[in-house]
């Protein structure tokens, strides 16, 4: 089992330019979000998905979309990249909202 | 909105030395709480987790968690750190009941041990 991937690993952007994450996850599991880590804030939930079609924002949602259309696929757009988006970004992955999350590798990103 | 605290931003140990990380919540119902560890470069891993029973939980690496629900708290202890627990640690909880709720994190405690 891989268990959740990201792709890709780094990307740099230049403002205003979108880009799309993805995030995979091999282990049936119905509730996947996306959140972003910064120095000294900790981890912020961005949006989430407690099953296929289904999305909800979290606590920073602002200037990111999400979607889920297949069950193990949650994919993260950025639609006009801003230099506060720079930053790590994290998917996880649970089998449901209380049990434990799996993390997957992260994505830096850098906008510019 | 549930609010976690992690008192210390900053630990720096020598090897052999005994270590507690303390965490504090805000909500005053059932919940479940959690502990993860980011090692430098890699994704959070769980180290130990809380639901229900004993309010003492043993974790992998011979970390354990007190839970205490009059203090609202669930400190982190190791008796005797080694140079490969430097990380970045992760208190977060989440209210067992609400349907709706999401896990939220403290600001994590960076933790330097020296050899």
């Known amino acids: 089992n891989a268990g959740v991937t990201q792709t890709p690993k780094f990307r740099v952007l230049k403002t205003g330019q979108s880009m799309t994450l993805l995030c995979a996850q091999d282990?049936?599991?119905?509730?996947m979000y996306w959140y972003r880590q910064d120095p000294g804030m900790g981890l912020r939930l961005i949006h989430y998905?407690?099953?296929?079609?289904?999305?909800a924002k979290g606590e920073v949602p602002d200037g990111y979309n999400v979607s889920r259309l297949k069950k193990q696929n949650f994919l993260l757009g950025l639609e006009s990249a801003a230099p506060s988006q720079t930053s790590v970004y994290f998917c996880?992955?649970?089998?449901?909202?209380?049990?434990?999350?799996?993390f997957g590798p992260g994505t830096r990103l850098t906008v510019t | 909105a549930q609010s976690v605290s992690q008192h210390n931003h900053h630990v720096i140990l020598s090897e052999a030395a005994s270590l507690e990380l303390g965490c504090n919540y805000s909500?005053?119902?059932?919940?479940?709480l959690f502990w993860y560890v980011q090692y430098p470069g890699q994704h959070l891993q769980l180290l130990l987790k809380?639901?229900?029973?004993?309010?003492l939980v043993k974790g992998i690496k011979g970390f354990e968690a007190e839970f205490i629900k009059s203090k609202f708290s669930f400190n982190l202890r190791k008796p005797s750190v080694q140079w490969s627990d430097t990380a970045e640690y992760f208190c977060?909880?989440?209210?067992?009941?609400?349907?709706?709720?999401?896990?939220?994190f403290g600001k994590g405690t960076m933790l330097l041990v020296s050899p």
């Open positions: 996880a992955s649970s089998y449901d909202r209380i049990y434990e999350q799996y």
């Open positions: 909500y005053g119902g059932t919940v479940n």
């Open positions: 998905s407690v099953g296929e079609g289904t999305t």
């Open positions: 809380y639901f229900s029973g004993d309010p």
């Open positions: 282990m049936n599991h119905e509730y």
């Open positions: 977060a909880v989440i209210e067992g009941l609400s349907g709706y709720s999401t896990l939220t």
